[in-house]
Structure formats: structure tokens, C-alpha cells
């Protein structure tokens, strides 16, 4: 059996590690910027050359491949916008509304570089077979790490249930990011902060449906929490709760 080092590694071997870490993470950053600016399809080795100001030998020691540097890029896209957002959420809530706060920090974020390469891989994986079975894959894993950061910085809303937390995150997701892809012809400032604010208040009132009358950074017994509705009215309480919503909606827009 061969012996094993149990020697501490030397200065000069941490250094270089660390100097290793920060050249992929600075290759890796490069090719986000150019997923962001020039497309998938548009991304190769002379532009995120150009882009780091490395050689593409040196870029190639660490990611030999195109595909494996843009497949890993992806995978750090993700990651990066997931820390992103729930290091600001952990910031910017302390005893604060954390609905109101959440809301804001995803508008801020849809014109922060991540967000935008990450709406032009979606668009690209509609007629890439490669970029669509990686983001397939990546969504999955993905999905487990949202739930469990979710979880972690919206306590209140977790008592509830997973199924209600997945329910509101995915409609103020596909709502944000549908408002991020809209043009007004005039106002444009005004109109986006109005269905913000619409946002904000529908959100409360779906929560408030649901015994989260508190949105503050603190956590509700579920003792208070309410039972859930015998299957029989189920079908008809969400009914209800669209409907409600829904003229809510009109009735603040109406208000000008």
C-alpha cells in the first residue's frame, strides 16, 4: 500500500489553489456575460478569449471542450443567480416584509446579466436538442435547491405547505418574468411599478387566505395555521379564490 501524505500542504500549493478556483470562476463569468450578450449559438473560445483576455490555450487547460466549458457555464449561471437572489432576500428582510422585499429584489435582478442569460438559453433550448436535455437536467436539480432555500428564507409561508410555497413562487416567477419581456408604448416606468404593486397585493391577499396574516421575518405556530378544506370544497374554494383575485386585479388598476 502506498503511503499517504498527512503532511500540511505548503503556502505556495494553497496559493496556487486558490489561484486555480479563481481562474475557472473568471472563465466562467466570461461565458455568462457572453451567453448574455451574444446568444448560446454565439458563444465559442476566440470570444470568451477575448472576453477574459486569456489565451485560448490557457482557457482550454481548464475547460479542454467547448461544449463541457458551456455545459459547465450553465450549471454556474444557475448557482450564481440562486445565491444572488437569496443573499439579497437574507439582507434586505431583516424584520422587513419579506412579500414586498422578494418582489422587488426579482425585478431588480431581471436586468442583472445572470438573469438575462438566463432568458436567452430558454430561448435558444427551443431548437437546441443539446442546450435543451442540459437545461432539462439542470432543472431538476434546480428545482430541489429552490424549495429548500424558499423554505429556509420564507419560514411563514413554508408552515403552510410545499405545494402553496411552489403555487406562489411559480406565479410571481412567470408573472415577473412575463412583465421583464413586456414593452409599453408610453409610461413604461409607471405601468411596471402599478402591476408590482398589483403583484404585492394579490400575493398578500393568497396568503392571507391561507392564515398568513404576518409577512414580517418571523415564523407562525401551526396551530394558527387553518385546515385544510374538505376535499368535497376544495375545487370550489379555488374557484372562489380566482375570481377574487381576479377582480382585485381590476379594481387597483380601475383606480387611476
Known amino acids: 500500500m502506498d503511503a499517504v501524505n498527512t503532511q500540511p500542504q505548503s503556502a505556495g500549493a494553497t496559493a496556487g489553489g486558490e489561484e486555480s478556483d479563481a481562474t475557472r470562476v473568471a472563465i466562467l463569468d ?30 482550454q487547460y481548464y475547460f479542454p471542450v467547448l461544449e463541457e466549458l458551456k455545459l459547465a457555464a450553465i450549471d454556474y449561471l444557475y448557482d450564481s443567480w440562486r445565491k444572488n437572489y437569496f443573499d439579497r432576500m437574507r439582507l434586505d428582510t431583516l424584520g422587513g416584509d419579506r412579500i414586498a422585499v422578494g418582489v422587488d429584489v426579482l425585478w431588480q435582478l431581471t436586468k442583472d446579466p445572470l438573469h438575462v442569460a438566463m432568458t436567452e438559453l430558454e430561448a435558444a433550448a427551443r431548437t437546441d436538442e443539446v442546450l435543451h436535455s442540459a437545461l432539462a437536467r439542470l432543472r431538476a436539480a434546480d428545482e430541489a435547491a429552490m424549495v429548500i432555500e424558499t423554505s429556509h428564507t420564507f419560514p411563514v409561508l413554508a408552515a403552510v405547505g410545499e405545494h402553496e410555497l411552489k403555487l406562489g413562487r411559480y406565479f410571481t416567477s412567470i408573472f415577473i418574468d412575463a412583465l421583464a419581456a413586456r414593452h409599453f408604448p408610453e409610461d413604461e416606468q409607471f405601468w411596471q411599478d402599478r ?37 368535497s370544497t376544495q375545487q370550489e374554494a379555488r374557484r372562489e379564490e380566482a375570481l377574487a383575485l381576479l377582480h382585485r386585479a381590476a379594481a387597483l388598476l380601475a383606480k387611476e
Request: with cysteine; proline share 9%.
Open 30 to 59: 466570461a461565458v455568462v456575460r457572453c451567453f448574455a450578450n451574444q446568444g448560446w449559438a454565439g458563444t465559442n473560445m476566440s470570444l470568451v478569449a477575448r472576453e477574459t483576455g486569456m489565451t485560448r490555450g490557457k482557457i
Open 195 to 231: 402591476l408590482l404593486e398589483m403583484l404585492k397585493e394579490c400575493l398578500k391577499d393568497f396568503w392571507g387566505r391561507r392564515g398568513v396574516a404576518e409577512l414580517a421575518d418571523r415564523d407562525v405556530p401551526p396551530s394558527r395555521l387553518p385546515s385544510p378544506a374538505p376535499p
